[in-house]
Structure formats: C-alpha cells, structure tokens
C-alpha cells in the first residue's frame, strides 16, 4: 500500500503541474490512473484517506475548469463520503469547508440554485466552527455571494462579499492574492447593477493582482480580464474593451481551445461592444458562436442559454427582425421564468424587451 501511495503522489503532483501548463488532457489522464493505484478505503484516520480524497478533489477541479459540473459534483461527493468517517478534527473540517464550497458551486452552475444554498450555508455552518480557521469561511462567504447575485438578491450578495473581504484584509493582508476573486466579483455585482463607473476599480485590483501573481494564473487573468473588459463596455470605452476581452479570448483558447464555457463567455461580450458599435451582422455570427458552445455544455434550459437568446432577440430587433425576435425573446422568457422565476430581474428585463417591441 504505501509504495502505491507513494507513485499515486507523484502522478498526482505531476498531474497538476501538467494542468497548471496548460496539457488538460494528459493532466487528467495522469490524475485519473493515480485515483486507480489508491484505493477507497473506510477509516478514522485522515492519513488512510487523505491521498484518495486528494485525488479526488483534483478531479473535481479539472472537471468544473472544463464545464462539467455533474461530474465535478460527484467527485466532491466522494471525497466528503470518504472524509465522513474520519474522526473531527480542524484539517478534516477544513477540507471538507473546501469540498463543500466546491460542490456548492457546482450545483451553482448547474442551476440547481436550492441545492447550491443549502451545500453552501452548511459549509459556512462548519467554517464557523471552526476557531483555528479564522480565514476558513471566507470561502463559503464568497460562493454565497455569487450565488445571491445569480440569484438577483444583489443586497445579500453585497454583504457576503464584504464579510469575505473582511475576513481576508484582517487575516491575510491587503496584498493576498485571494482578494482578487473578492474584487473580481464586487466588480461583477456592481457591473449587473448598471454601476459600471464604481465597477472599475475593484475589477482592475483584480487584474493587477494576478498579473503580478507567481506562479502565473492565466485562468485567473481570463476571468478577471473579462470583467474588466465588461465595466469598460458598460462605460461605452468600446475600444479598451473589445481589447481587454480579445486578450481574455486568446488565453481562455490558448488553454483549452475553441470548445470551452469561458470561450463562449468572452465571444458573448465580444458581440454586446459589436452590437453597440453597429455591427450587427458579426453580433449575429458571434452570439450565434457562443450559443451554440453553451448549449453543448449546459443544455437547452439553462438561464445562460436564455441571456444570449435577449441579445440575439435585441439584435433581430435593432435590425427590424420583429419575427424572430418575438420568437427568441419569448423562449428566453421560457427558460428564466422556469430557472430563475417569474420575479427575477432577468426575467422581468426580458419581458419589458418583449414588450416594447410589440
């Protein structure tokens, strides 16, 4: 058993150092072979499980960083199992705050928004208490907070993230780089409210902070660089932005190619500074890209689905496509009642869209 162990170690370190440079496919193979050489086993002691359990946390982050968040979900589900049976301690508690956030965030984009509340109050539950964590329920604060925004409950999510960011400035300093996923989603919360001057400087902490990270993150970069690059649009600095985003694009495919959520994220902005600028026909082409890459990953129903279905109607409108715009503003009234409920500021915007143009 222990020199099993000891090569599942290896593969997995070098599995992640592999997804770290951006080689997905034998990251995940490496992870998946160094799963096989340890074996489930049910004990008290977190040092009998602790190599499966990390494995399997690999594997659910390789998973949700490629959009598949049911096997994400699963994956964290082994784990917490696993860890379960352990005796309490602080290290326990502390990786399963980490796996439940995960799991939460997973229900999250699956838009299993009761699912995802309940995973997640119950890791903020644990992270409480647990004293010798100060910093621990950071995490489940912020992932609260991103699931209030989704929700439209941008009241709450204001609060979570400023606990979060609390927490983080009082233990960890006002440099930790784990502020820039605080100031990243402070920028996203202010850019979903129409705030997009107030917008501006958290998301630029963000894209300063991983710029100056080391190790790089380019994942990080990406994300942050596309919200920057969407307050600018907000602003109507079309040109920063559409640059901005640009170079969001390049890593996000650089990574993992043309296929992937965060491509169609960025061809989804990219189109909105298209569609500002006049360019309706490369919006069209561009919404209709990022469309069809959501939906071969988050299916027909999902909220996200419904948002590039309001654009797409807004550009049929701006070009005198009543028809098709009727049709595409009322399935996408379809899918956000169904997901997000008939009170939900994306639905209701939705609705005033449909309305103005009859």
């Not at 890791?123 to 995490?139: H, I, K, M, Y």
């Not at 400035?169 to 996203?188: F, K, M, P, Q, S």
């Amino acid at each position: 058993m222990g020199m099993r162990n000891l090569k599942a170690r290896r593969m997995h370190r070098k599995a992640r150092s592999l997804w770290r440079d951006g080689h997905i496919e034998r990251a995940e193979s490496l992870a998946l072979r160094a799963l096989e050489l340890v074996p489930p086993v049910e004990s008290a002691s977190l040092a009998r499980v602790a190599d499966r359990v990390s494995v399997l946390e690999t594997l659910a982050q390789f998973a949700s960083d490629l959009a598949n968040h049911s096997e994400a979900h699963r994956r964290c589900d082994d784990a917490l199992d696993l860890l379960e049976k352990v005796e309490p301690s602080a290290s326990r508690d502390e990786w399963c705050v980490a796996l439940l956030v995960h799991k939460g965030n997973s229900q999250r984009l699956s838009a299993k928004y009761d699912e995802s509340a309940l995973t997640l109050a119950r890791a903020l539950v644990l992270a409480e208490q647990t004293p010798d964590s100060p910093l621990l329920p950071a995490g489940p604060l912020n992932a609260l907070g991103i699931l209030s925004k989704d929700r439209g409950l941008y009241e709450n999510a204001g609060i979570y993230y400023n606990r979060a960011l609390g927490l983080l400035t009082d233990h960890a300093g006002r440099d930790a780089l784990e502020l820039a996923a605080i100031y990243h989603n402070l920028a996203g919360l202010a850019h979903v409210q129409g705030q997009f001057i107030q917008a501006e400087e958290p998301a630029r902490r963000a894209v300063h902070s991983r710029r100056a990270a080391s190790p790089p993150d380019p994942a990080g970069l990406a994300a942050d660089l596309s919200v920057l690059g969407a307050v600018l649009a907000g602003q109507e600095r079309f040109d920063e932005a559409a640059a901005i985003l640009s170079e969001a694009l390049a890593l996000w495919r650089s990574r993992y190619g043309n296929r992937h959520y965060e491509v169609a994220v960025q061809l989804h902005n990219l189109a909105a500074i298209q569609q500002a600028q006049g360019d309706y026909s490369s919006a069209e082409v561009t919404l209709g890209e990022a469309l069809e890459i959501k939906r071969g990953i988050l299916g027909e129903s999902h909220p996200e689905i419904a948002a590039i279905l309001n654009n797409l109607a807004t550009v049929y409108s701006d070009t005198g496509r009543r028809r098709e715009a009727r049709e595409c503003y009322d399935h996408a009234i379809e899918i956000f009642t169904q997901t997000l409920g008939e009170d939900h500021p994306n639905t209701l915007a939705c609705i005033q869209n449909r309305h103005n143009l009859a």
